[in-house]
């Protein structure tokens, strides 16, 4: 809002990167191929390839940023109203090229697409992909031993504890259900992007996200001042992109 707030002749898009960022971004182009729109699904999990530990997740982006998604409530529309609901809750299964992921509902991916399509979609929601089990072993820390309230004690403990990794994937998961020309149908949109040696995936998927609006904005692709909002941005003019091609 203090953003938004700011008369200044330059541009001023906050949120880019993968999720919020690109997510938002091809979420958006999606829905523009639909007359009317019933379900948006954003889903991304920056996952380490291999894991050996009880909760299957290792470290691989701001342990901070990963701790504030777990425990702030999340945006989303149901039935065509914003609301908000509660982080490590609206658990699903997911089955994505034959491999079981879990999904449920974080913080901050929806940024201001739940402002943007009120009243015009029925139902849209984000939510971050780990493997199956995670989320009740989160659910035990921060809801049982209420470490929700003493983030500072978890982040010292997944840093001290929590191995690292580059080998890393991420897994970028939308679907939009709706109507065209009156016959319901079912889009998707998948892509895994992987880490290696030189740049883990969450960096490359997160540079992108930022680099490529930027080149955008120089080349002519995006409004020269004011307020920006990701979902205001053209997927194709995206993916077209130099650096955007990472999502293709």
């Given at each position: 809002?203090?953003?938004?707030?700011?008369?200044?002749?330059?541009?001023?898009?906050?949120?880019?990167?993968?999720?919020?960022?690109?997510?938002?971004?091809?979420?958006?182009?999606?829905?523009?191929?639909?007359?009317?729109?019933?379900?948006?699904?954003?889903?991304?999990?920056?996952?380490?390839?291999?894991?050996?530990?009880?909760?299957?997740?290792?470290?691989?982006?701001?342990?901070?940023?990963?701790?504030?998604?777990?425990?702030?409530?999340?945006?989303?529309?149901?039935?065509?109203?914003?609301?908000?609901?509660?982080?490590?809750?609206?658990?699903?299964?997911?089955?994505?090229?034959?491999?079981?992921?879990?999904?449920?509902?974080?913080?901050?991916?929806?940024a201001t697409m739940c402002e943007t399509y009120e009243?015009?979609?029925?139902?849209?929601?984000?939510?971050?992909?780990?493997?199956?089990?995670?989320?009740?072993?989160?659910?035990?820390?921060?809801?049982?031993?209420?470490?929700?309230?003493?983030?500072?004690?978890?982040?010292?403990?997944?840093?001290?504890?929590?191995?690292?990794?580059?080998?890393?994937?991420?897994?970028?998961?939308?679907?939009?259900?709706?109507?065209?020309?009156?016959?319901?149908?079912?889009?998707?949109?998948?892509?895994k992007i992987y880490g290696d040696e030189t740049f883990?995936?969450?960096?490359?998927?997160?540079?992108?996200?930022?680099?490529?609006?930027?080149?955008?904005?120089?080349?002519?692709?995006?409004?020269?001042?004011?307020?920006?909002?990701?979902?205001?941005?053209?997927?194709?003019?995206?993916?077209?992109?130099?650096?955007?091609?990472?999502?293709?």
């Amino acid at each position: 809002e203090f953003i938004r707030s700011i008369d200044s002749n330059s541009v001023m898009m906050p949120q880019c990167g993968l999720a919020p960022g690109a997510i938002n971004i091809c979420a958006a182009g999606m829905i523009n191929q639909f007359d009317k729109v019933k379900e948006v699904m954003m889903r991304v999990g920056a996952l380490p390839r291999f894991t050996n530990n009880e909760m299957s997740y290792y470290l691989s982006w701001s342990t901070n940023g990963l701790i504030n998604e777990y425990c702030n409530e999340a945006n989303a529309i149901y039935e065509g109203k914003s609301i908000k609901v509660m982080p490590l809750e609206g658990a699903e299964k997911l089955t994505i090229e034959g491999e079981s992921y879990e999904a449920f509902n974080t913080s901050g991916g929806c940024a201001t697409m739940c402002e943007t399509y009120e009243n015009k979609v029925e139902n849209l929601s984000y939510k971050t992909i780990r493997y199956p089990g995670h989320l009740n072993h989160m659910k035990f820390l921060f809801n049982d031993l209420h470490l929700k309230k003493n983030k500072d004690v978890l982040e010292k403990l997944f840093d001290k504890e929590v191995p690292r990794t580059t080998n890393d994937v991420i897994v970028f998961y939308v679907k939009v259900i709706g109507e065209i020309e009156g016959i319901l149908q079912e889009k998707t949109y998948l892509k895994k992007i992987y880490g290696d040696e030189t740049f883990s995936a969450i960096q490359r998927t997160t540079a992108s996200g930022v680099c490529s609006v930027l080149d955008m904005y120089l080349n002519g692709k995006i409004k020269s001042k004011g307020f920006v909002k990701q979902e205001s941005v053209s997927w194709e003019d995206f993916i077209d992109n130099p650096f955007g091609k990472v999502y293709t």
